[in-house]
């Protein structure tokens, strides 16, 4: 399907052969928008994580060489 316009796309708005205006792009752009939101959250847990569990390790490493 080829949009007309640019406003056509970004509304994803197109005429049926029975000339009906079809208009899909809030449903199109939320659902890209809740992808992003979703790949970000997991990026941002995986960094959290990825610090928190290093920070364990440094912990864990000072204690056992004040140890020794």
């Known amino acids: 399907m080829a949009f007309e316009s640019l406003n056509d796309f970004l509304t994803m708005c197109y005429v049926?052969?029975?000339?009906?205006?079809?208009?899909?792009g809030g449903f199109?752009?939320?659902a890209y928008g809740i992808g992003v939101?979703?790949?970000?959250g997991n990026l941002f847990a995986?960094?959290?994580r990825r610090k928190k569990v290093l920070n364990q390790i440094r912990r864990k490493i000072r204690?056992?060489?004040a140890h020794s």
């Open 63 to 65: 204690r056992e060489q």
């Open 28 to 30: 199109v752009w939320t």
């Open 37 to 40: 939101l979703v790949i970000l």
């Open 46 to 48: 995986v960094v959290n």
């Open 16 to 24: 049926t052969p029975m000339g009906f205006d079809r208009c899909h």
